[in-house]
C-alpha cells in the first residue's frame, strides 16, 4: 500500500534562512511525487512534482524537491524564505501503476519570522 | 482557464436538511476528486472520478454522502440528511492523466 509521512507539524524559519520540509513516502511501484500548499481560507495550490528524470525538481515560489530514492524522501527546500511562504505544507504520493488515488501526508506548518 | 470553481463558497444549514455542493473541474481533465478538511481528521479523499466514472467512493463516509458526475464538466457531492458533524471545507480538485491536482476554492459548510 502506499504512504506518506511528514514527520513535522510544524517548521519554524527566519526569513532569509534556508527552509527545508520533509516527506517520506512508500510505495510498491514508481511513485508520482508532489508538493502542494494550502494559504488560510484557500484550495491547495500545486507547487511541484516528480515523475522521473533528474532527481532535484523545480516549482513554483522558488521551491525545489529533491527525490532520493534509496531514502524514499522528497524534501521540500527553498534558498532564502519569506514571511510569505509561510503556509500548510502537504506532501503526496501516487502509485500510478496502482490506481489512480493520491494520498496526502498530514501536513506541516510553515512560519516564517521577519 | 478560470481553474476549478466551486459553489457554493459557504453554506449555513440546519441538522437535516440536504445540502449540495458543486463543482466544474478545468476543462481537459480527466479526473475529479471530492475531498473533506477538518482540523481533527486532516484532508480526505471521499470519492473520485475517471471519465465521469466513479472509480473509488471508499471515503464516503456512510450512505448520507453521494455524488455524481453527469458529465466532463459537473459533479455533485450531496449530503442527505447533514448532521453537525458533517461540517467542514469541501475542495473539489481535478487533475489530467499523469499530472497534479488543481483544487477548488472549497465550500465552507456548517451544519447546526
Keep these: 500500500a502506499q504512504s506518506v509521512a511528514q514527520p513535522e507539524d510544524q517548521v519554524n524559519v527566519a526569513e532569509g534562512n534556508p527552509l527545508t520540509v520533509k516527506c517520506t513516502y512508500s510505495v510498491s511501484g514508481n511513485p508520482y511525487l508532489f508538493w502542494y500548499v494550502q494559504y488560510p481560507n484557500r484550495g491547495l495550490q500545486f507547487l511541484l512534482k516528480y515523475i522521473t528524470g533528474d532527481n532535484l525538481v523545480k516549482g513554483s515560489y522558488g521551491f525545489e524537491a529533491e527525490f532520493n530514492k534509496s531514502q524514499t524522501s522528497f524534501h521540500l527546500k527553498k534558498p532564502s524564505a519569506l514571511v510569505s511562504d509561510s503556509a500548510l505544507y502537504f506532501c503526496a504520493v501516487r502509485d500510478e501503476g496502482r490506481g489512480f488515488k493520491t494520498i496526502f501526508g498530514a501536513g506541516t506548518r510553515l512560519f516564517v519570522k521577519a | 482557464d478560470a481553474g476549478v470553481i466551486q459553489s457554493p463558497r459557504h453554506e449555513v444549514t440546519e441538522m437535516g436538511q440536504e445540502v449540495t455542493l458543486r463543482c466544474k473541474p478545468i476543462s481537459g481533465h480527466d479526473y475529479l476528486f471530492w475531498y473533506r478538511?477538518?482540523?481533527?481528521?486532516?484532508?480526505?479523499l471521499l470519492i473520485y472520478f475517471n471519465n465521469n466514472v466513479p472509480i473509488d467512493d471508499s471515503g464516503m463516509p456512510e450512505d448520507r454522502f453521494s455524488a455524481k458526475m453527469p458529465n466532463a464538466s459537473f459533479s455533485t457531492l450531496k449530503i442527505q440528511p447533514s448532521e453537525p458533524r458533517d461540517s467542514a471545507v469541501y475542495f473539489?480538485?481535478?487533475?489530467r492523466t499523469g499530472g497534479g491536482q488543481y483544487f477548488g476554492p472549497g465550500t465552507r459548510l456548517l451544519v447546526l
Design chain 2, 92 to 95: 473539489c480538485a481535478s487533475r
Design chain 2, 37 to 44: 478538511q477538518t482540523m481533527m481528521r486532516g484532508l480526505e
